[in-house]
């Protein structure tokens, strides 16, 4: 049976019985800052649950079903086995306050048996015995024992039988999980506690909430046990994929399929690689499957068929991806290039550096391959074991602290050339002057380079590249954005790293100035929307957040030499 089929069977089987048929929520979850990206079906409907929206009013209905696009970062090391993914889809059928413990047991049982027509006999189920104060679910005990053997109903503790809740509190409660010839593949989570944020369990009842059920079964799976396959990788939600594959080991070809995969799914609900939070997983998610197409001869145009064909996979259940298709190539395509490069000179470094001595490669070369090309080193490591070198990595942890050490004492003595003092009202000046900079920068262009800047207690005064007198209108705009961003409140984050990590993050210095090999970055940004304002090479001090700057006003515009401007603005 097709994967497609399958997940319409399973909405026609809970919409025959009463369920709403609900679409996927985002990965990139509305509303709850306590996770991430979404990570199971139930995470749309929590409000529900817990009590403070109403199902009936939402949906005309206590139930809903869904096919959930989920993400689970825990798992990006694992993949390349049989089962591991960081993207999956996920069958799901829900209740707030409508049926329980009985029928959601009977639904799944039925759903497996009669509608898929699995054999009985293949399969198995596992249910909450009780542990760490709480009772074992006899309720869901006595039910299996209708359908099932006693030996085929195996008692867990809460490691395995127990779910929730997702972030650090929520709904949570005793799970009873079916198995197809060992296989697990349906979870179904009778949410009857809340957790709070100390970890003590109460009924979810006595919150305001109401007892819900919360199912969930991986299509993957349900489509390697359906297609009869050995593995996810073979069933017909990926198998058409390798077909311009070049041979190569299975494991590879595996993290490569997920991790374009996940990618394609995350840029198509919004998310942008960055250095930061969901960016940082897309970033590394690429820039791991762009090194493993790199080292596998991959052709150098790169996965642009294989991104379409992708699309075109899934996107009669998710339009978005069609929508996005421009998009989803031009960020892959975007950060290809960026790494790209560095890819090419790192493994020729690489190469270079145990063509001496054919197996082995000191902890030095390593490094500088780490620093100066911003290779991870998860993939440093792959690639030796590809190549049968060995690396010595005791060296390379040696070299590593040698020169954190080195260049935190280097960049702090470097960038204090331009403040007078640490003084508080130097220090609003200094961040005040961070944002004039990113407000030239958008109002006059990018070739705005900063050539200089002093700052005392009474102003800052910033050089700058720019041909040209600044117009009224334009001095008048630069104030009214810093003033903007100083009113929103952005955050003022410092982090060290490699300097080619930072000229990746397109981290602005000063013209022609030599950084050391680890810089220090300050990135002003809107946590709220994750907007960056402004990134650049400094050693700070800054203030932690700009709402404390004051009042910014330019108070004089003027040539100093031919090309280059210099502003004097003040803060009250
Ligand atoms: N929330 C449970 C899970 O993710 C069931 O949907 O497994």
């Given at each position: 049976m097709k994967s497609s089929d399958l997940r319409k069977k399973f909405l026609n089987f809970f919409e025959e019985r009463d369920h709403k048929i609900v679409p996927s929520s985002s990965?990139?979850?509305?509303?709850?800052?306590?996770?991430?990206?979404?990570?199971?079906?139930m995470q749309q409907f929590k409000s529900y649950y817990l009590g403070t929206a109403n199902p009936e009013t939402d949906f005309g209905s206590k139930n809903t079903a869904t096919v959930q696009k989920s993400f689970r970062t825990s798992d990006i090391e694992g993949v390349g086995d049989d089962t591991h993914l960081t993207f999956f889809e996920m069958l799901g059928n829900f209740s707030f306050g409508g049926y329980w413990k009985k029928e959601a047991i009977k639904y799944a049982i039925e759903f497996l048996e009669?509608?898929?027509?699995?054999?009985?006999?293949?399969i198995h189920s596992t249910y909450f015995a009780g542990a760490e104060g709480i009772p074992a679910d006899s309720v869901s005990l006595a039910e299996l024992k209708n359908y099932f053997d006693d030996s085929k109903i195996v008692p867990q503790g809460r490691g395995d039988n127990f779910w929730g809740p997702?972030?650090?509190?929520g709904p949570c409660g005793p799970t009873v999980e079916f198995y197809v010839d060992g296989t697990e593949i349906w979870n179904v989570v009778f949410n009857e506690f809340y957790c709070k944020l100390d970890k003590t369990l109460v009924?979810?009842?006595?919150?305001?909430?109401v007892r819900g059920i919360d199912t969930g079964m991986g299509l993957e799976r349900l489509s390697v046990v359906m297609q009869a396959k050995?593995?996810?990788?073979?069933?017909d939600l990926f198998a058409s994929?390798?077909?311009?594959?070049?041979?190569?080991e299975d494991r590879v070809a595996r993290i490569i399929l997920d991790h374009f995969r996940a990618a394609v799914f995350l840029i198509s609900d919004g998310v942008a690689p960055s250095n930061k939070d969901r960016g940082y997983i897309l970033r590394r998610l690429l820039r791991r499957a762009f090194m493993y197409a790199k080292i596998n001869n991959f052709?150098?145009?790169?996965p642009k068929n294989f991104i379409i064909d992708l699309i075109n996979l899934y996107k009669e259940q998710y339009p978005e991806l069609e929508s996005n298709q421009q998009r989803i190539l031009d960020v892959i395509y975007d950060e290809r290039k960026k790494f790209g490069a560095s890819i090419d000179l790192g493994l020729k470094q690489f190469e270079k550096s145990y063509q001496a001595d054919a197996q082995f490669v000191t902890g030095k070369a390593v490094f500088d391959l780490v620093t100066t090309f911003g290779f991870p080193k998860e993939l440093v490591e792959e690639i030796a074991k590809q190549k049968n070198v060995q690396v010595d990595w005791p060296e390379f942890e040696q070299e590593f602290q040698k020169h954190q050490e080195l260049s935190r004492s280097a960049s702090a003595g470097m960038f204090?050339?331009?403040?007078?003092?640490?003084s508080e009202k130097v220090v609003r000046l200094h961040t005040a002057t961070h944002l004039m900079n990113a407000a030239l920068r958008k109002v006059l262009g990018?070739?705005?380079?900063?050539?200089g800047s002093n700052i005392t207690e009474e102003r800052t005064r910033f050089d700058f590249a720019h041909g040209e007198k600044l117009k009224d209108e334009q001095k008048a705009e630069v104030e009214k954005l810093v003033n903007e961003w100083i009113a929103r409140d952005l955050i003022v984050k410092r982090d060290t790293m490699p300097l080619a990590g930072a000229r990746e993050l397109d981290a602005i210095g000063v013209f022609g100035e030599k950084y050391p090999d680890t810089v220090s970055i300050y990135t002003i940004y809107?946590?709220?929307?994750?907007?960056?304002?402004s990134r650049e090479f400094c050693g700070g001090p800054h203030v932690?957040?700009?709402?404390?700057?004051g009042k910014f006003k330019i108070q004089k515009e003027e040539a100093v030499s031919a090309g280059v401007r210099r502003i004097k603005a003040t803060i009250e």
């Amino acid at each position: 049976m097709k994967s497609s089929d399958l997940r319409k069977k399973f909405l026609n089987f809970f919409e025959e019985r009463d369920h709403k048929i609900v679409p996927s929520s985002s990965l990139v979850p509305k509303d709850d800052p306590s996770v991430l990206l979404t990570t199971a079906g139930m995470q749309q409907f929590k409000s529900y649950y817990l009590g403070t929206a109403n199902p009936e009013t939402d949906f005309g209905s206590k139930n809903t079903a869904t096919v959930q696009k989920s993400f689970r970062t825990s798992d990006i090391e694992g993949v390349g086995d049989d089962t591991h993914l960081t993207f999956f889809e996920m069958l799901g059928n829900f209740s707030f306050g409508g049926y329980w413990k009985k029928e959601a047991i009977k639904y799944a049982i039925e759903f497996l048996e009669s509608e898929l027509k699995i054999d009985h006999n293949r399969i198995h189920s596992t249910y909450f015995a009780g542990a760490e104060g709480i009772p074992a679910d006899s309720v869901s005990l006595a039910e299996l024992k209708n359908y099932f053997d006693d030996s085929k109903i195996v008692p867990q503790g809460r490691g395995d039988n127990f779910w929730g809740p997702t972030g650090d509190q929520g709904p949570c409660g005793p799970t009873v999980e079916f198995y197809v010839d060992g296989t697990e593949i349906w979870n179904v989570v009778f949410n009857e506690f809340y957790c709070k944020l100390d970890k003590t369990l109460v009924p979810i009842e006595g919150t305001g909430g109401v007892r819900g059920i919360d199912t969930g079964m991986g299509l993957e799976r349900l489509s390697v046990v359906m297609q009869a396959k050995k593995n996810v990788f073979e069933t017909d939600l990926f198998a058409s994929l390798t077909k311009d594959f070049p041979p190569i080991e299975d494991r590879v070809a595996r993290i490569i399929l997920d991790h374009f995969r996940a990618a394609v799914f995350l840029i198509s609900d919004g998310v942008a690689p960055s250095n930061k939070d969901r960016g940082y997983i897309l970033r590394r998610l690429l820039r791991r499957a762009f090194m493993y197409a790199k080292i596998n001869n991959f052709p150098a145009e790169g996965p642009k068929n294989f991104i379409i064909d992708l699309i075109n996979l899934y996107k009669e259940q998710y339009p978005e991806l069609e929508s996005n298709q421009q998009r989803i190539l031009d960020v892959i395509y975007d950060e290809r290039k960026k790494f790209g490069a560095s890819i090419d000179l790192g493994l020729k470094q690489f190469e270079k550096s145990y063509q001496a001595d054919a197996q082995f490669v000191t902890g030095k070369a390593v490094f500088d391959l780490v620093t100066t090309f911003g290779f991870p080193k998860e993939l440093v490591e792959e690639i030796a074991k590809q190549k049968n070198v060995q690396v010595d990595w005791p060296e390379f942890e040696q070299e590593f602290q040698k020169h954190q050490e080195l260049s935190r004492s280097a960049s702090a003595g470097m960038f204090k050339g331009g403040l007078a003092d640490n003084s508080e009202k130097v220090v609003r000046l200094h961040t005040a002057t961070h944002l004039m900079n990113a407000a030239l920068r958008k109002v006059l262009g990018t070739n705005v380079w900063q050539k200089g800047s002093n700052i005392t207690e009474e102003r800052t005064r910033f050089d700058f590249a720019h041909g040209e007198k600044l117009k009224d209108e334009q001095k008048a705009e630069v104030e009214k954005l810093v003033n903007e961003w100083i009113a929103r409140d952005l955050i003022v984050k410092r982090d060290t790293m490699p300097l080619a990590g930072a000229r990746e993050l397109d981290a602005i210095g000063v013209f022609g100035e030599k950084y050391p090999d680890t810089v220090s970055i300050y990135t002003i940004y809107d946590p709220k929307s994750d907007e960056i304002i402004s990134r650049e090479f400094c050693g700070g001090p800054h203030v932690e957040h700009t709402g404390v700057i004051g009042k910014f006003k330019i108070q004089k515009e003027e040539a100093v030499s031919a090309g280059v401007r210099r502003i004097k603005a003040t803060i009250e």
